[in-house]
């Protein structure tokens, strides 16, 4: 008797939770701070918007962080439903056919009505393969931009409403900034030599960075970025340096840069647009001026597309209960909504992804009331992509960046010219891609 | 037949006491450090979908790869200079507290605390000293006409990780040394002090080889010590840079493994750095039992 009621309460008890839970689909992430907590809210309000699926965001730290504990997780077969994975990790994602399901067939396969041309062409091209198909949830996508101390230009004698087009003006302006004394430093970078000092720049002035269309045609790509344009540029900040006009703010996204703009030690700063909110509210008696990146006229005249940066949202394969996944799709679905784009767009910085959200903020005068905020949609709009500035693709990048921050370390203390420096880079990163394309055809 | 339970009984309970500690050693340390011999012998892509086995090549690119000889000259600098100024100065504060009579005890103390603190957290506090645009210590030496700038060269580089390495080892170090004073007899050092050694020929002469197994002990420890403890201070104070020159053996494992997601070739690094610590092992054990026969 009693055996058969507690039978009864634990068939209760089960039918219970099934028909009251939602199924739930886990979200690595790798955003703290203000970006954490707005990525939160449009979680929760995905969740408040429906009963079905409940989305848990799990903060896993930086990007590389969140990466390899994705692959852990994978490896030992506990992986989430949905990772943040930083552009950089594109190559290395692509190359995982068995570990991701691309995002057009998870949004097929569950029957969700997916409109890939309201997506910015520029914003997908980076992460589609080579039949047009769209292999990740394009989510936080920035490209970089200029950022400058108003004041310090006024203080130097310069038209603080003008900012400098070319990196050659830039050189000028910043020895004029330091030599008046109105800054110790001309311009610091993040990235200074991998997405903005070398990506970007062969990109804006339309220059190839590797073989096979920058690495989209396949993983027999070569780095070519040792072209004589990037070693004249590279020589170029090392001058700089020596006149004190430039600063080194460390390698990769470099740590020290933003406080030296923010401390008004140097006057120019270029970084990601989504930097922005953090500029502002870190400027702190003084006024930001907005401008998009320097090109180099000793190049080109018309100046390509940036590319970009940030991050997508990729599915992996191996949940087994499959109603994940129509979760993922339904909650893809939300996040290209024109309003939930255009809010998180117009709060952190980050490009809207598609262009109705890009139009939602022009009607609401959102562009209008805050200068500067659309510098960075038309500089990735601008002109007609070519193959040089479609953006770049190569495998175990982050390690390979690493390399090239080191050699441009070695331009900056002396010990190798541009060209030296970039041709080493070239050839240790060479031998990275070779080894990356054999893991991927074992 | 009751004696032979009881004889049964007690073989069985040693290894159930040893159990724990050794299910422990087996699933933490044994079973990962095969499975790294294991991986050091695969070509994998990094969600482990793929493999194969490609015999030593993973070893064979190691001698002939520029930077991972580079590692290894960098970890022999930073191993030896560690050290060197741990043992140094903490021989020198341990004279000096154990003449010190009263307040002895309030000094070892406050020397040992820098060991309470974890790695990573030592290491952000001489990162942010020693910050080029907001620390104190650079903005000093720039007033002395020195240009302190740990991100772009390499000697301050090296530099700052060997401080930032021994100070917190000076306290391990402190500890042995005071103990190993406290343990020289008090006669010996009279007797030559009778015989008109000053106090500096006393330490020489008598205290320093009485303290010698101590300190081959602690150059041994502190040896395995840089080369392997350091990993969370190299990595909050420089990352490994500027162009490589704190890339030390077991940073390079750690970014090539787990940021740069190449398995095999990071495995077999850390195979060779289980080999060096092997080695290390060795010395130390046939040096202690040479001490026994001392």
């Known amino acids: 008797m009693i055996k058969k009621l507690v039978l009864t309460a634990a068939a209760v008890a ?12 886990t979200w690595w992430h790798a955003m703290g701070g203000e970006l954490g907590k707005k990525l939160e809210e449009v979680a929760q309000k995905f969740n408040e918007s429906q009963s079905e699926y409940k989305v848990v965001p799990v903060f896993k730290g930086t990007y590389p962080e969140t990466l390899t504990a994705a692959i852990a997780a994978f490896r030992a077969g506990q992986q989430p439903a949905i990772v943040q994975v930083f552009e950089v990790g594109t190559g290395t994602m692509m190359a995982a056919k068995g570990a991701v399901y691309p995002v057009y067939q998870v949004m097929k396969d569950a029957g969700e009505p997916w409109d890939t041309k309201g997506f910015l062409a520029p914003v997908t091209g980076y992460y589609s393969d080579a039949e047009g198909n769209i292999l990740s949830m394009p989510f936080n996508s920035s490209t970089p931009i200029m950022y400058y101390n108003k004041d310090v230009f006024k203080k130097a004698g310069l038209d603080p409403e003008v900012a400098p087009k070319t990196w050659a003006e830039l050189a000028t302006m910043g020895k004029k900034i330091v030599d008046s004394g109105a800054a110790t430093c001309g311009f610091t970078l993040s990235y200074a030599a991998t997405w903005v000092g070398l990506e970007n720049y062969s990109a804006i002035q339309d220059l190839p960075f590797g073989t096979l269309q920058n690495g989209f045609g396949g993983t027999k790509t070569e780095f070519t970025f040792n072209g004589p344009n990037q070693a004249k540029f590279w020589d170029s900040l090392k001058k700089a340096q020596d006149d004190k006009v430039f600063k080194y703010g460390g390698p990769g996204g470099a740590a020290e840069s933003a406080p030296m703009f923010y401390s008004q030690q140097c006057a120019v700063y270029m970084g990601s647009s989504a930097s922005r909110a953090g500029v502002i509210n870190n400027a702190k008696g003084f006024e930001v001026g907005f401008a998009p990146m320097p090109y180099d006229d ?20 191996g949940q087994k209960d499959k109603n994940v996944y129509k979760g993922v799709a339904k909650f893809f679905t939300y996040l290209s909504k024109p309003e939930v784009q255009a809010d998180w767009h117009q709060f952190t910085g980050y490009l809207p992804i598609t262009n109705a959200a890009y139009e939602l903020g022009q009607s609401q005068g959102y562009y209008e009331k805050n200068p500067g905020s659309d510098i960075a949609i038309k500089q990735i ?29 070695a331009v900056l203390s002396g010990k190798k010219t541009g060209q030296q420096a970039l041709d080493e880079a070239a050839k240790q990163g060479n031998a990275i891609l070779r080894e990356f394309e054999a893991a991927n055809s074992n | ?115 309470a603190l974890a790695p990573a957290a030592s290491g952000l506090l001489w990162w942010f000293m020693f910050n080029p645009s907001v620390g ?43 103990a190993g004073l406290q343990s020289v007899p008090h006669s010996l050092t009279e007797a ?58 077991v940073y390079k494992v750690y970014a090539d493994g787990f940021i740069g997601l190449s398995l095999g070739p990071s495995a077999a690094q850390s195979v060779v750095l289980m080999l060096i610590v092997v ?16």
């Open chain 2, 1 to 115: 037949m009751q004696t032979k339970r009881t004889v049964f009984q007690a073989r069985l309970l040693p290894y159930a006491l040893l159990a724990p500690q050794l299910i422990i050693t087996m699933i933490f340390f044994v079973w990962p450090a095969l499975q790294a011999v294991y991986q050091s012998f695969l070509r994998e892509d990094p969600f482990g979908l793929s493999a194969k086995f490609v015999w030593f090549q993973n070893y064979t690119r190691l001698i002939g790869d520029a930077s991972y000889l580079n590692s290894l000259s960098v970890t022999f600098v930073f191993a030896v200079g560690v050290t060197a100024v741990s043992m140094t100065v903490s021989l020198l504060f341990a004279v000096c507290v154990n003449r010190a009579l009263k307040s002895g005890r309030f000094y070892t103390t406050m020397l040992v605390w820098p060991y």
């Open chain 1, 298 to 317: 000793t190049v080109t005249k018309e100046p390509k597309n940036s590319i970009i940066g940030g991050a997508t949202l990729w599915t992996l394969n």
């Open chain 1, 14 to 25: 089960l039918s219970a939770t099934t028909s009251l839970a939602a199924t739930e689909v």
């Open chain 1, 381 to 409: 709009m601008r002109g007609t992509p070519s193959d040089n500035s479609k953006g770049v693709r190569f495998g175990n990048l982050t390690q390979i960046r690493d390399l090239v921050d080191q050699q441009f370390e």
């Open chain 2, 279 to 294: 080695l290390l092992t060795v010395v130390q054990f046939r040096w202690v039992e040479r001490k026994v026969q001392y």
């Open chain 2, 192 to 249: 030559a002090a009778i015989d008109g050694a000053g106090p500096v020929k006393r330490f020489w002469t008598v205290v320093f080889p009485l303290l010698s197994p101590t300190a081959f002990f602690l150059a041994v420890i502190n040896i395995t010590y840089a080369m392997f403890d350091t990993l969370p201070i190299i990595d909050a104070v420089t990352s490994g840079g500027p162009s490589q020159s704190t890339n030390i053996l």
């Open chain 2, 136 to 178: 104190l210590i650079p903005y000093v030496l720039n007033l002395v006409g020195y240009d302190w700038n740990h991100r772009l060269h390499e000697g301050d580089a090296m530099i700052l990780i060997i401080i930032a390495a021994s100070w917190k080892q000076i306290s391990y170090n402190f500890l042995f040394f005071v």
